[in-house]
């Protein structure tokens, strides 16, 4: 049975023109993509996304404006499922207080998720794994007139 896993994530960019990125690992893959997660039954977009930010990063975000809906189809890399994503960028409503880490996927002890800043003008396609998350950056960088 096939269906659709709707995901939402946040473009979190800082003073400093940095772009947090979550480095994780589920079901024996290693992966970086933006902070966000799944939609549950009942909930609206920005409150999953409120949602997501407080699970993963322990912080209350405010959800500015949309930014990109995946167009192209997406299967899973985990289920049979299509994905569609919905991006939001979104601004921190206090700093966030994170243990911010420098190397790829640099876990602590008990978890298998880590926070990373990637200054927007070493941006690139290859610092994200998924194909939607690609686009996103791809659009990103035009957004900010940061292509070559």
């Known amino acids: ?42 909930e609206g977009l920005r409150d999953a996304l409120k949602r997501e930010f407080m699970e993963e990063c322990n912080a209350e975000i405010e959800v500015d404006s949309h930014f990109y809906t995946t167009d192209f189809y997406e299967q899973s890399s985990f289920n049979d499922s299509q994905i569609l994503s919905i991006y939001y960028l979104v601004k921190e409503i206090e700093p966030l207080l994170l243990n911010f880490k ?3 996927f640099d876990f602590d002890e008990h978890t298998l998720q880590s926070f ?3 200054d927007m003008k070493d941006l690139s396609t290859d610092d994200v794994t998924f194909k939607t998350d690609k686009t996103v950056v791809e659009l990103l960088l035009k957004q900010y007139n940061l292509q070559g």
């Open 1 to 42: 049975m096939s269906y659709f896993n709707v995901r939402v994530y946040g473009l979190l960019i800082n003073k400093d023109n940095q772009l947090l990125v979550s480095d994780e690992q589920s079901g024996g893959r290693s992966f970086i993509k933006f902070p966000g997660g799944g939609l549950e039954l009942g």
């Open 102 to 104: 420098t190397v790829v």
């Open 116 to 118: 990373r800043w990637i």
